[in-house]
């Protein structure tokens, strides 16, 4: 019989200062822990893993007070077996080859503990079925790139080795052109480049950062389509690499931080003062980063076409614009 030690659950202590009261409830922890993002928090609250001096908070919500304390437990989960689930998914492209969709935002690409039922991997076993040739001698889908869970956007997947194999070395030489649209803090230059080295943070392992020893090159091209109040840009990001987190990574070192980004974005921005109320609202209560895969353009692997896809961003991002604009 084989001994296993049960897994630990991660625990977090989040006290309320006197500069941190009157805020939501999900987002003081999502500022404060800076690891997890506002939909994860808000799922923990409304399952009863997150306590207020000691009594169950309910409503995501709810605004703090100092002197509060917060203490919000992550239960461990399962090892990941992905099974085949029915969902629909938004596909805008697919052959026998593979499979060209847009992402909803909240989606997480692969299983993993704490995720093993309800990602793309679960929906794309549902979809393909029989049609799945399957990579490295089991029936899965080939994720050749990924989009973070709160990242919506164009993704392409393979349905047999070939493609995968054909795919992530186009993917590995930069063959792929690839555009985002985001929400910075800030009001950024008609066009700059971010080339700074992106490596792991020493400081928390879940956070990536701009290293100026070892680390990987990286590479941002940004223009800016609109300025509102010299608040915040609508950017177009194009990557010349394709690194963790690189256009996060890249704007919140550069002092232009995604809006409502859970990881990077630490505190309230000292641009969020010029927005009119309204507009400054719905900016600091955007419930993820604000990033948007808007561009895919490869060569299919069997047939050698050049082949591009666009997509706008979803209605979340493109409400919050039009609030930006309006105010």
């Known amino acids: ?27 003081f922890l999502a500022e404060t822990i800076g690891t997890l993002s ?16 000691g009594a169950p908070l309910r409503e995501p919500s709810e605004t703090t007070r100092a002197g509060q304390i917060f203490l919000l437990t992550v239960p461990p989960a399962a090892p990941a077996r992905p099974q085949a689930e029915d969902r629909t998914l938004p596909i805008l492209f697919e052959d026998r080859d593979l499979i060209v969709l847009n992402k909803p935002a909240g989606l997480v690409v692969h299983p993993a503990p704490g995720n093993e039922s309800g990602t793309l991997v679960n929906a794309l076993l549902g979809h393909c079925g ?8 089991e029936k899965r889908p080939g994720i050749v790139h990924r989009l973070d869970k709160d990242t919506s956007g164009i993704m392409v997947v393979a ?28 009001a950024l230059p008609k066009e700059i480049d971010f080339d700074g080295a992106i490596g792991r943070d020493k400081r928390d392992r879940k956070r990536m950062t701009v290293v100026h020893h070892g680390g990987k090159t990286a590479l941002t091209h940004v223009r800016t389509e609109e300025i509102f109040h010299a608040s915040v840009s609508l950017i177009h990001c194009k990557l010349a690499t394709g690194r963790t987190h690189q256009i996060r990574v890249h704007l919140s070192q550069a002092g232009h931080p995604l809006l409502g980004d859970p990881v990077y ?8 003062r010029s927005l009119p109320l309204e507009a400054k609202q719905a900016a600091l209560d955007f419930p993820r980063q604000a990033l948007h895969a808007a561009r895919l353009g490869f060569v299919h692997p069997r047939s050698g076409e050049k082949l591009l896809f666009e997509a706008p961003p979803p209605e979340d991002m493109q409400e919050l614009t039009r609030i930006l604009r309006a105010g």
């Not at 991660?10 to 409830?25: D, F, K, L, S």
């Not at 029989?130 to 001698?137: A, H, K, R, V, W």
Request: aromatic fraction near 4%; include cysteine.
């Open 265 to 272: 974005l630490r505190r309230i921005p000292a641009a969020a």
């Open 1 to 27: 019989m084989t001994n296993s030690t049960p897994a630990i659950p991660e625990r977090y202590e989040c006290p309320v200062t006197a500069e941190q009261a009157g805020q939501r409830a999900d987002r």
């Open 130 to 137: 029989e049609d799945l040739e399957g990579i490295g001698g």
């Open 38 to 53: 506002r939909s994860r928090i808000k799922a923990l609250i409304e399952a009863g893993h997150v306590l207020r001096d």
């Open 159 to 186: 349905k047999t080795p070939m493609a995968h194999n054909a795919l992530s070395d186009a993917f590995a030489k930069r063959d792929i052109d690839r555009a985002y649209m985001a929400l910075a803090w800030g």
